[in-house]
């Protein structure tokens, strides 16, 4: 078969299970040790399992739906239902019952693949209320020996059936696979919406071979690779990382152990190819300096000396920019002493490869691994889209932008500024919600991202906001407050800032500073405080953040569009935003216009010419009472010359 | 969720059991069956002799008075560690752990009793004394899996938080394969989801391994969830003895329970 | 090389040498204190008690030859006082920690000053006074290759530093991963709990005694070879207290490295301070060291920190 005619997850599986016959398909750490499946063994267990769904009645276009961590039988699930010419629906594992079952019933499932107990409890208790279902199937037999059996099924018991079910119908298998074509669906992919019902993107074998061929072509992915599969399965990264792709290319997936095992097991299996959102990239540093606070001063000293030497030139090296040998030497010896035992136990020892997306990712943080020669990058993408819109290609990664358009997507800005894209991943509809789909994808195949965008010089795509909340400045230029608020919530310092600008002059921004980050470094510094509203006011803290301040509009001059929204007043507000008083949402989102509402005042002040302005709020303490704090609030000034001599203390 | 009533013959008997210590009397006249397979409660205000009735089992203490009855056989002063060759495991109240050793070797060290090289293959480490290791991990690593406690496997048990080394500390018991597992206050100090998990681990055990089960408990709603009978017990003496339902409604629990004052 | 750093080298061997003396003791005292808390002063008479035992098996003018007309093989000798170290450490349990169960740490104390004097009259009764030469065939003499070059080594050095070397790599594995290791871990951390899952603890007791039997029986052949078997090997028992402070009482490495820390310190002390402060340095040295580090890190420097949450 030429590799065209590969068109659908079973036909990759049966090519793999000849061409990687020995290969490792799949692994799982069971009672502390890595269990192996190979390519041929997998195909059997696939086969196994395919065969006895259908003896239980599986038909071509049934739906199964999966719940559970990431587990080789329920990947196998997947593949199963694909084979038969049915969909799986996979869904998030800490959904509660109420969510799982308004997907069981809007996908119509049929079957229900569960990983354990807690999971077959969720589906027994939202059954009634689900008549297509009709059988439940498990993975995990503790626990469930005294459960009524009539509908409900050990994994192993099926296969059982399935093995019978073959020796009846030996063909039947093969047929099956053969009968599936590339514009089948493949899988539909609920994705969670901020608001509303959650969506289901139907996904064509398609959509995500050929996706999933032009990221192994992409990033030259072989058999070799290794992946550990601990982001949840109903969601598309993990979808293309760990199954599409490793069905094109042939590599190896391994299940960690448990949820609060991946560390160990990251570390165990040394993968080459790592994909994870940036707050996990963050946690892994994070343990990683209160690691180094708890050894000898020694370490810490040359742990600090050499992550100095590999911020200068790490990324250098990483690009191929020549580096003077000095300082190649200097990068060699932190490499035996520092870095490579770093990157062994944050498990990266091996990454050869990896990605993060879903949101910004801090300067601070990408630069920390790349200057350890982890080649991170950074992708846009869309469960719509079959995840890749753009990509970083080697060589070509900066912090604050997330690459060029990936192989066959075409990319669209609107007067508006929303990114548009059409590419052969593109998904053929949400399922049963046509308005939906028409209110996105438009008749000739463009899909609209509700993201704000543009293309900078070096024709990188750089995503500021979400179109809704982009707004203008007086002058009619564009004003991203979300993308200024991030660029200062990146300094650890500032927990939260709200930036005004839409429909004035220019802009100005509130800031909340992080009490825990500032209080230790007034302690460090001997300056006294005794709450949050007296640091808050201190002018030393003033200068701190104006130093943050300064180096965000540096980032922003930079830039010939967002230019104009260069921060030019700024104040630390006087309590801390809180959602018990309506400041921020339960997901602590800032409530942009709520504020502007509540501390009028104050942004009048910063659109009038005064330095400081009195301000008296109401708040609500933790237990209930309400109070009144009042204060002088300062407000500063910059002016672009002084920015200029603060940026240069700065660095 | 409450157990099922699969009760079968008596597992161990205690008789009129005396016990003071100087001139305090911790327990009066005790007697009370524990059945195979059942999750048996002993209940009872502070200070009602609910612990030295677990330490009576376990063999830490040695009544003045009465017999111990357990698998068909009495005994009389027998040492903890003879007892707990002959099946009974237990946990404590505050837990007692071997803190500086990992998780993984206070849960092998519960496979103590199951040992059976002598000290000389051990001290050899070598032939036969290696593939019992090998054997017994294998066990230990089963009951990590079914405690779900694989994340902590080698931490060191003095890092880890309270439900965390109760969770251990079952482990430890669970792993002599015992037949008769005494829990003291398994759940005390624990927050509602930390509870929740140990209930579903006592429940799944006696459900999986078949092991009989007694337990003191201050939570009421737990105890009555999850028990097949209740033993209460009140300065000393036993003053009801039945199902959750029975003894919920006894008037003497009432009372000892509200502090009505003694005559 | 000059005359002055071949001296100097020869000295801190020499040092060294002393250092793995110090080194056993202390060991004997790390595994008795782990095992059941008990700072064990009579650990250098049992070493004294195990050389007297060896000697009298194996030397014509032993108790056995008196008796019987004969004396053992070495080999036969040291198994037989390993026999004797075994039913020592029997008759310790049965006749005192038994009845001690669950006393003040200074009442254990106590109990093996004691045991010490017992021993001492023991021994003095059943194997008299003198100056024994132990000889168990370990060659004496300077270590050719070592004198070709200008330097002198005793072989007897080098012998007991392989024989404690390969002691401490045996006890280490039998701590770690034998199943009778781990009990005696675990009886050390909580006696209560070792007893609920079976563990005997009296069985542990004769076992942690017998193997400081063991390690003082090496310790007496070392000395004994050395500088016959006579009291005064009784008395390392007290040099073995500032190894013990410097090692931590609870860490084998950590007795193996404060013993040579204390020998080579003590050595060098008495031939390059000792004239000039009227010598007999070496008797006070070791404790004068113990004070400083003290002030510095009171765990000792292998001291476990058992970290608890509360």
């Known amino acids: 078969m030429t590799e065209q005619a590969l068109d659908t997850f079973p036909k990759l599986l049966q090519r793999n299970a000849e061409r990687f016959a020995d290969r490792p398909a799949i692994r799982e750490k069971d009672l502390g040790i890595w269990q192996t499946w190979t390519w041929e063994q997998m195909l059997h267990e696939v086969r196994l399992l395919a065969c006895g769904l259908a003896a239980r009645g599986f038909k071509r276009g049934d739906t199964l739906a999966i719940i559970g961590d990431n587990r080789p039988r329920l990947y196998w699930g997947m593949a199963a239902a694909q084979c038969l010419g049915g969909v799986p629906v996979p869904a998030y594992q800490d959904a509660a019952a109420e969510e799982f079952q308004f997907l069981l019933e809007h996908a119509s499932a049929k079957f229900v693949l569960a990983e354990d107990q807690e999971q077959v409890d969720k589906v027994l208790e939202v059954q009634e209320r689900c008549p297509v279902l009709e059988e439940i199937i498990y993975d995990e037999r503790r626990g469930l020996r005294n459960y009524d059996h009539t509908h409900m099924h050990d994994f192993e018991a099926i296969q059982a059936q399935g093995r019978e079910f073959l020796e009846k119908n030996p063909g039947f298998f093969d047929e099956q696979v053969a009968m599936g074509k590339g514009s089948d669906t493949s899988i539909i992919l609920y994705t969670s919406g901020t608001t509303g019902r959650p969506k289901g993107v139907v996904l064509s074998y398609d959509n995500m071979v050929i996706t999933a061929r032009h990221g192994v072509e992409f990033d030259s992915l072989t058999e070799n690779e290794e992946v550990l599969a601990y982001l949840p399965m109903a969601w598309v990264g993990d979808h293309l990382f760990s199954y599409a792709q490793a069905y094109v290319a042939g590599f190896c997936v391994s299940c960690p152990e448990s949820p609060a095992t991946v560390m160990d097991d990251l570390r165990e299996i040394g993968p080459t190819f790592f994909f994870a959102p940036p707050r996990i990239f963050e946690n892994l540093l994070t343990q990683v300096h209160i690691r180094m606070d708890d050894t000898a001063r020694i370490k810490q000293a040359a742990f600090h000396y050499f992550m100095g030497v590999a911020r200068k030139v790490g990324p250098a090296i990483l690009r191929g920019a020549s580096v003077g040998l000095l300082d190649r030497i200097k990068y060699a010896v932190g490499y035996i002493l520092v870095y490579g035992p770093l990157k062994d136990t944050m498990g990266m020892g091996r990454v050869r490869l990896a990605y993060t997306a879903g949101e910004a990712i801090g300067p601070d943080i990408f630069d920390f691994y790349r200057s350890l020669g982890i080649n991170i990058k950074q992708l846009y993408g869309q469960t719509e889209a079959a995840v890749n819109i753009t990509l970083q290609p080697d060589g070509e990664v900066y912090p604050d932008t997330v690459g060029r358009p990936a192989p066959e997507v075409e990319i669209r800005i609107t007067d508006e500024g929303e990114v548009l894209y059409r590419s052969p991943g593109v998904f053929q509809c949400y399922h049963k919600n046509e308005e939906a789909t028409r209110e996105v994808k438009t008749e000739d195949g463009w899909v609209r991202t509700g993201d704000a965008g543009y293309f900078d010089a070096n024709g990188h795509l750089k995503i500021i906001d979400r179109v809704k909340d982009v707004g203008r400045l007086n002058d009619g230029s564009m004003f991203a407050p979300k993308y200024i608020e991030n660029k200062l919530k990146f300094f650890p310092h500032v927990r939260e800032a709200v930036a005004f600008g839409h429909e004035r002059d220019y802009c100005t921004v509130m800031i909340n500073i992080d009490l825990e980050a500032v209080g230790n470094w007034a302690e460090r510094r001997n300056i006294p405080y005794s709450s949050y509203q007296e640091l808050a006011a201190r002018p030393e803290v003033n200068d701190l953040v104006e130093e943050s301040v300064a180096r965000v509009n540096a980032d922003l001059v930079e830039d010939e569009k967002l230019a104009p929204s260069r921060i030019q007043r700024f104040l630390i507000l006087h309590k801390e935003l809180d959602a018990d008083d309506g400041e921020l949402t339960r997901t602590r989102k800032v409530r942009r216009g709520f504020i502007a509402d509540k501390y009028k005042e104050i942004v009048d002040a910063l659109y009038g010419g005064r330095s400081s302005c009195h301000v008296e709020t109401q708040v609500t303490y933790e237990d209930g009472r309400t109070g009144t704090l009042a204060g002088d609030l300062e407000i500063r000034d910059l002016s672009p010359a002084s920015e200029k001599e603060s940026f240069r203390k700065a660095s | ?263 | 090389m000059s005359i002055e750093t071949i001296f100097f080298f020869e000295t801190v061997v020499s040092g060294l040498m002393t250092g793995v003396m110090y080194a056993l003791v202390a060991l004997g005292f790390v595994l008795i204190f782990k095992a059941s808390g008990l700072v064990n002063f009579a650990q250098g008479v049992m070493a004294l008690f195990a050389a007297l035992a060896l000697y009298d098996f194996i030397s014509p003018d032993g108790w056995v030859y008196a008796l019987f007309g004969f004396t053992f093989p070495v080999w036969a000798g040291i198994i037989l006082t390993i026999g004797v170290m075994i039913i020592l450490a029997w008759l310790i349990e049965r006749l005192m920690l038994q009845h001690l169960v669950k006393q003040e740490p200074i009442i254990l104390f106590m109990a093996s000053i004691g045991l010490a004097f017992v021993l001492e009259g023991v021994g003095d009764i059943l194997f008299g006074s003198d100056v024994k030469p132990l000889d168990i065939g370990i060659p004496q003499g300077a270590w050719d290759w070592a004198f070709d070059h200008g330097f002198y080594v005793e072989k007897l050095d080098l012998y007991a530093a392989a024989v404690a070397a390969v002691l401490v790599t045996v006890l280490a594995v039998f701590f770690h991963s034998t199943r009778i290791g781990r009990a005696l871990r675990a009886v050390a951390d909580d006696h209560q709990a070792a007893l609920s899952v079976g563990i005997n603890l009296r069985t542990i007791w004769v076992i942690v005694w017998s193997v400081a039997g063991v390690v003082a029986l090496v310790a007496g052949i070392m000395w004994g070879s050395k500088s016959g078997v006579q009291f005064s090997l009784s008395l390392i028992a007290l040099k073995a207290l500032p190894v013990l402070i410097l090692g931590g009482f609870t860490s084998v490495p950590g007795a193996i490295i404060g013993g040579l820390i204390i020998g080579v310190g003590e050595t060098l002390a008495a031939v390059y301070v000792g004239p000039y402060v009227g010598g007999a340095i070496e008797n006070w040295f070791a404790y004068m060291l113990a004070l400083v580090f003290l002030f510095f890190r009171p765990q000792g420097l292998f001291g476990e920190r058992i970290i608890e949450r509360v």
């Open chain 2, 1 to 263: 969720m409450s157990a099922q009533n699969n009760c079968g013959d008596v597992l161990l008997a205690v008789d009129n059991i005396n016990m003071a210590f100087g001139g305090v009397k911790a327990l009066e006249g005790v007697s009370f069956d524990i059945r195979e397979g059942e999750i048996r409660a002993i209940i009872g205000p502070n200070g009602a002799g609910k612990s030295s009735m677990l330490n009576v089992i376990n063999g830490f203490y040695h009544p003045q008075e009465g017999t111990i009855t357990y698998k068909g056989e009495t005994r009389h002063r027998m040492k903890p560690h003879l007892v707990a060759a002959s099946g009974v495991a237990r946990t404590f109240q505050n837990i007692a752990l071997f803190k500086g050793m990992s998780t993984l070797d206070n849960i092998m060290t519960g496979r103590n009793t199951k040992m059976g090289c002598n000290v000389l293959w051990q001290a050899l480490h070598f032939g036969p004394a290696r593939n019992e290791e090998i054997r017994h991990r294998e066990y230990v690593e089963y009951i990590i899996d079914f405690l779900e406690i694989q994340s902590i496997r080698n931490t060191q048990v003095g890092r880890l938080p309270y439900g965390m080394q109760k969770r251990v500390e079952l482990g430890r018991a669970l792993a002599a394969e015992p037949d008769l597992l005494l829990l003291d206050e398994p759940m005390a100090g624990m927050n509602v989801e930390e509870k929740e998990d140990m209930c579903r681990f006592a429940l799944d055990v006696n459900e999986e391994f078949g092991t009989t089960i007694a337990l003191i408990e201050h939570d009421m709603g737990v105890v009555m969830d999850i028990s097949n009978r209740v033993v209460v017990l009140d300065y000393g003496k036993k003053i009801a003895d039945g199902t959750p339902d029975e003894v919920r409604s006894n008037q003497d629990v009432i009372d000892a329970y509200l502090g009505v004052s003694h005559d």
